[in-house]
């Protein structure tokens, strides 16, 4: 009542009274249901690896809670398919996995950005494979004989070909965010110099992976079974 009458002071109040009380509960429920859906469908997908041991554990249906109340707002299908990623993982094997409660956080901090730009740097020779635009920009690197390859380089011969609709001022704050979660390998570390963005010692390097272990063992887990 209080909260109601507080929006009434304001202009369009009314309209925030019909979001609170109608429309965000509905479109709250409608999602609920769109995602429980979409969970039904990757158990009954893998139905013949579930461990039921595990489906009826605690710590599975805490950890199924968690899953669902990040996953229902979520409206990027990266984020969307790492949090379900999780859950079915947690649920085909024995027992908890130590570091579910860590990748979810993690996935709960990323951005879809993050996530579709750690996947390239995991395997950036399967860009170069898929993607012509990375493959173009490479190869016209090559061709120029260039030693030198900095951050810049990897930003704007890998990333932005494979990546064209991330900002251009995003790429330094997602690549800080990912060198900061410890998923890929401190640029300082991969490539020397100040802030990590000066030349490898070949162009090579381009095409080596900059996933740490942990990055690694995350890209696994978020992955889709």
Same mark, same amino acid.
Do not use: C
């Given at each position: ?93 024995? $027992? ?8 979810? &956080?993690? *996935?709960?901090? #990323?951005?879809?950005?993050? @996530? ?82 000066? $030349? ?8 080596? &992976?900059? *996933?740490?272990? #942990?990055?690694?063992?995350? @890209? ?6």
């Amino acid at each position: 009542i209080v909260a109601k009458a507080g929006l009434s002071l304001f202009p369009g109040g009314g309209i925030l009274s019909i979001l609170l009380e109608s429309y965000i509960p509905t479109t709250w429920q409608k999602r609920t249901e769109e995602s429980l859906a979409q969970i039904r469908e990757d158990y009954e997908r893998l139905k013949s690896q579930l461990k039921d041991d595990r489906l009826r554990s605690e710590d599975f249906h805490i950890t199924m809670i968690k899953i669902i109340r990040d996953i229902v707002p979520e409206q990027h299908k990266e984020k969307q398919e790492a949090f379900r990623a999780i859950l079915l993982n947690e649920a085909i094997q024995d $027992s908890a996995g130590s570091e579910t409660d860590f990748f979810i &956080k993690i *996935t709960e901090d #990323l951005t879809s950005e993050h @996530i579709l730009a750690l996947k390239v740097l995991a395997d950036p020779s399967k860009a170069y494979n898929e993607y012509p635009a990375v493959r173009n920009s490479i190869d016209s690197m090559k061709s120029l004989n260039r030693e030198g390859m900095g951050g810049d380089s990897i930003i704007s011969r890998l990333l932005k070909p494979a990546l064209p609709d991330i900002l251009e001022d995003h790429w330094l704050v997602v690549l800080d965010g990912l060198t900061r979660s410890g998923l890929i390998i401190d640029p300082g570390v991969v490539f020397g110099g100040r802030s990590g963005w000066t $030349s490898p010692k070949n162009s090579q390097n381009i095409l080596q &992976k900059k *996933t740490t272990l #942990l990055g690694d063992r995350y @890209i696994r887990y978020i992955t889709l079974p």
